[in-house]
């Protein structure tokens, strides 16, 4: 995630220049660590009359709750989901003051031309390639459910030495095997 966790061990050594400090105005408590949890914790004291201030190393807050870039592709590297609040709790306030509060969560759509929208394996988004998604679809379906093998190996489908060499083939290269269209390696690539 970009987290520099060797700079401790550097700045302890002496490999790590510093720059001089600088004066900074009086605090009450000093929160180390901009994640959701430090930024929560900071806004609740601030708004109990505390002056707070946030140390954090990476160069914006966030920790696992920002989101970083891939092509033109913006994606969460932290939680895909937030639990939902109990009604009236701290926690549903919160969600409410950072603009979180009712954000619909995803289950199955994909994000075409600035929309989610259900059925992507059925050529929704892209019917040019609906009867290649389907294939590969069922193809998926049937190796998940009915093929791979339980643990330990109990397997009559195929050959543990069929199966060692599937599990060790790289995605992409299945992904030319099954002849996926680009659509589809594009979805992958933005998932994994």
Not at 76 to 81: D, K, S, T
Not at 144 to 163: H, K
Request: charged fraction near 25%; charge should be negative.
């Amino acid at each position: 995630m970009g987290d520099d966790f060797g700079a401790g061990h550097r700045l302890r050594d002496g490999l790590l220049a510093l720059e001089p400090a600088s004066r900074t105005p009086e605090v009450d408590v000093i929160v180390v660590g901009g994640g959701i949890s430090g930024l929560a914790t900071a806004l609740l004291l601030a708004d109990r009359g505390s002056r707070v201030r946030v140390l954090e190393q990476a160069a914006e807050p966030g920790g696992n709750a920002k989101s970083v870039a891939w092509g033109d592709l913006t994606y969460a590297i932290g939680a895909a989901y937030f639990a939902a609040p109990e009604p009236g709790s701290r926690l549903a306030e919160l969600y409410q003051r950072v603009g979180i509060a009712g954000v619909k969560v995803p289950k199955g759509e994909v994000l075409h031309d600035g929309q989610l929208r259900h059925g992507f394996w059925d050529g929704a988004t892209h019917p040019d390639a609906a009867a290649d998604l389907a294939r590969i679809r069922d193809a998926w379906t049937e190796l998940l459910e009915r093929r791979y093998p339980a643990i330990p190996w109990d397997s009559e489908s195929w050959s543990r030495s069929e199966f060692e060499r599937a599990d060790q083939m790289p995605f992409d290269r299945l992904l030319e095997d099954l002849h996926a269209p680009p659509v589809l390696k594009r979805f992958c690539e933005h998932y994994c």
